[in-house]
């Protein structure tokens, strides 16, 4: 839901990194109204050798940069690069959200919410026991 998804192709640099229409307006506007705002995401290109940890936490860095810029906040992303669906931290497999619960022992999952554009998001919310909603 953040970025716009390249067919075929995984996003490797800022370059090519664009944000979904909508989406800084939408986080500038509600970070206010959430205790804690997370990012998880499959990042399966650098578990294929496409791009580094180094390259994809400069994607990352520059693009909290932006969402703050824009009045919104990202508390914590966590990331997945297993090119295996078993893994447990890989989506939709709970593992993403069971750090982010450890990690910040306030957030209650069956409380969360979990915003999302692909039915892996979806499927992740109901293995967490969090509530969905389609990002369109």
Not at 62 to 83: L, N
Not at 101 to 129: K, T, Y
């Amino acid at each position: 839901m953040v970025n716009v998804w390249l067919p075929g192709d995984y996003v490797k640099s800022w370059d090519e990194f664009r944000f979904n229409e909508g989406f800084l307006d939408f986080i500038g506007r509600y970070s206010s109204r959430f205790r804690h705002i997370f990012i998880v995401t499959n990042q399966r290109g650098v578990g294929r050798g496409l791009m580094s940890v180094e390259q994809l936490e400069e994607i990352h860095s520059r693009m909290m940069d932006t969402i703050s810029r824009a009045g919104g906040r990202i508390d914590r992303i966590y990331f997945s690069t297993a090119v295996d669906d078993s893994d447990p931290m890989r989506k939709p497999n709970p593992g993403m959200a069971l750090k982010a619960a450890e990690e910040f022992p306030d957030v209650r999952l069956d409380r969360s919410l979990m915003i999302g554009d692909q039915l892996s998001d979806r499927r992740f919310a109901q293995n967490c026991g969090m509530h969905f909603l389609r990002w369109e």
